[in-house]
């Protein structure tokens, strides 16, 4: 929707979700149970992380994806955002 998407231009993320400087990347989904495709802001506090001590082989990915907050929101405030703070748009 366009109001979701000029709200993400001119919006900021809440602190509670780390602020702007929290945000990696945004992820636009296929269409769910719902029939509405969706967005997702993700968020990492700190990255990459170490692999717990006295596991075994742990991959990037599942390290990465460890520390993701994920909020999900409308396809056109995911853009927003993306486009806002310069951000890649998956």
Avoid at 3 to 23: C, E, K, N, T
Avoid at 35 to 62: I, K, S, T
């Amino acid at each position: 929707r366009a109001d979701a998407f000029q709200g993400a231009l001119f919006g900021r993320l809440a602190g509670s979700l780390g602020g702007d400087d929290a945000l990696c990347s945004v992820r636009i989904h296929a269409p769910g149970a719902d029939g509405q495709p969706y967005g997702e802001l993700v968020m990492q506090e700190d990255c990459p992380v170490e692999p717990p001590a006295g596991e075994g082989p742990v991959q990037l990915a599942d390290m990465l994806r460890a520390q993701e907050r994920l909020r999900r929101c409308s396809v056109g405030e995911a853009l927003g955002t993306a486009q806002r703070l310069a951000g890649p748009a998956l």
